[in-house]
Each structure stands twice: as C-alpha cells, then as structure tokens.
C-alpha cells in the first residue's frame, strides 16, 4: 500500500466517524463515569509509560480515579474510537491529533508523554546498513502508524525511496513482530523495547538503526474536546497522575521497574530496570514539548507524506491548560 492509499484510507475513516458524530449515531462525549477514564494504549511496548506508571503505582487510585487501559495497534482505529465514543483518550503520536483536525474533528493534544522517537530498526545480522534493504522485506507495525513514519526517515536518510526500494509489510507488534522476523518472513522489523531486547537475545539480530537523541512528540493523550469540556476535572486528574508518576520514577527508577513489572514483559529484572530508566528519560519535565520538537516533528510528517502543508500551530494543536501549575 502507498503511502497515498495509506492517508486516503485513514482520512475516509476520520470523515465517516466525524459524519457520524455529527448525525448524533455515536456515543461523542458520553465517556466512561466520572471516576474512569478510557485509556488507549499501545500495550506492548514502553512508549506509554507515563500512564503506564500512573495506573501500576497506584497514583490514580490515590488520587481518586481508575484508569482503564485498552490496548490498541492502530493509530486511526484508536482516533475513531474517540470520535465515536468508545475510548476518552488515546495516548498516540502527534500526527493523528493533526490528520483529525485537518478533517475538521476537534480534537487536542493535552501533555506529552513522551518526545523521542520509541521505535528502532532490528535486522538480520547479516545486513551490514539501511541502504542494504533495497529491494528487501521491511516490517512496521501498520502503515501509517509511528513506526512506518521513523522507518520511511530512515529510509531516506539512507537515499532509499520506501516507496519504491522496499516492500514494507504490516508485522504487527509484541509476539506478532517477532514471529515475522524469527520466522524470516522479513529481513528487518521495526521495534520498540521490550520487544528489541528480546530479539537481540537470540543472537541472530542486530539494531541497524536508531536516533535516540532525536526529540519528536512521539505520545501526547489526545481527546476530543467535546469530551474533555465534559469531563475536565476526570482529565485534569489523569494529567496530574501521570505527572505525578514521572517525577517520582525520575528521582527513584528502581521503584519505577517494579511498578513496571505489572505489564508482564517476559524480560528479567535487570533488563527491566535498564529499559524503564531509559525510557523515563523520554517523558518531558511538565508533560509539554518544546516548540522547536513540535515542529520537526510536523516536518517530518509532511517530508514522509502522513501529513500535507499547511500544518496547525502548536497552539492549535495543543491544550497545556489542564496539566499541574508548575
């Protein structure tokens, strides 16, 4: 699938779910109750830990609330859940709040969970650089997703065209991505932690590629603004425990593993403790991004052809006034 037929379908299914919000046959704003918040995670890896943390140390039960997380593998099936009612918040990357406002849906950005990219490339280790997969099987977890967008980059820094050079195909993520690139379906996957570690374990894999310096708003909790007017102070809340969960995980990231621990990951102790502290690393003091990310983070979305000019303002995109007064 092209890149093109790839935002042509996710832009037919924001228009059907926005149509059908405005035709009163969703259920818009309805959300949970007062003290649940519908939380859409992409599970199997640790991009989300901000909420991750909130809800496995208890925060937001402290402080009054229950987040109910919903596992998710598709951007814009997540987006259309808030749309349609289904879900509050999607803890997803900034180009879905952008494509859905772009089609006229009111959605936001509240916090930045996190602003580094969480995908790498594994490879065979017998594939000596990126520019090595022309005419190669590359795997992403969807099209469209984040991990298509950091591999589309990687493509082209390397002078591939991913349209053209490489046959990319849909691996999913967790034990599904790993299946392809064990199994030798494909040749290179992208992937986030745990997810990587395990793979590097085996002995047959290698990381072609990362850039974990480079900041991108990687997770931020979108929601529809109609819901959030409803339910400011649920939301508020949920801010404030992920924020709360974060600075606490900064200053002890021991406590922040064993509060990890409850996602299950089948990794040891000690691998646990060296992922979680890195990703801690990626969530940004005040859940907010600099400007500067905000915009390279667009521009890539527009080089990569998720996203077309002109593209909205971090204003327009962003709404800080619910996180904690600092």
């Not at 808030?82 to 009111?106: E, P, R, T």
């Not at 995980?249 to 691998?271: E, F, L, R």
């Not at 400007?291 to 971090?314: H, I, M, N, Y």
């Amino acid at each position: 699938m092209t890149t093109l037929s790839r935002i042509t379908a996710t832009v037919a299914a924001l228009a059907l779910a926005a149509t059908a919000t405005a035709c009163g046959s969703s259920s818009a704003g309805s959300g949970g109750d007062s003290k649940t918040i519908r939380v859409e995670l992409f599970c199997s890896g640790l991009a989300p830990i901000a909420a991750e943390l909130a809800q496995n140390s208890g925060i937001a039960t402290q402080k009054g609330i229950t987040i109910e997380p919903m596992c998710v593998t598709s951007g814009s099936a997540a987006t259309n859940a808030l749309i349609g009612g289904s879900a509050d918040v999607f803890m997803g990357d900034i180009g879905h709040v952008v494509l859905a406002q772009k089609k006229g849906v009111k959605m936001r950005a509240y916090a930045v969970a996190n602003d580094r990219f969480s995908y790498l490339m594994v490879a065979r280790n017998d594939i000596a650089s990126v520019k090595d997969l022309a005419g190669k099987k590359v795997a992403v977890t969807a099209p469209g997703t984040l991990s298509d967008t950091e591999m589309q980059k990687a493509a082209l820094d390397a002078g591939l065209n991913p349209k053209k050079d490489l046959t990319v195909v849909s691996g999913g993520a967790g034990a599904t991505m790993q299946a392809e690139l064990n199994g030798g379906q494909v040749v290179a996957g992208m992937t986030s932690q745990p997810d990587t570690l395990q793979l590097l374990r085996t002995g047959k894999f290698k990381v072609l590629w990362q850039e974990p310096d480079y900041h991108y708003v990687d997770i931020v909790a979108m929601a529809d603004q109609d819901w959030v007017s409803g339910h400011q102070d649920l939301m508020k809340t949920f801010l404030a425990a992920m924020d709360e969960a974060s600075m606490q995980a900064k200053a002890n990231p021991d406590q922040a593993a064993t509060w990890m621990k409850k996602q299950g990951y089948q990794v040891s102790d000690a691998d646990l403790k060296t992922i979680v502290a890195e990703a801690i690393k990626s969530v940004p003091d005040g859940l907010k991004a600099q400007d500067a990310v905000v915009k390279s983070s667009t521009d890539l979305l527009v080089r990569t052809g998720f996203l077309t000019e002109p593209v909205p303002s971090t204003q327009d995109i962003f709404d800080y006034s619910l996180l904690p007064a600092k």
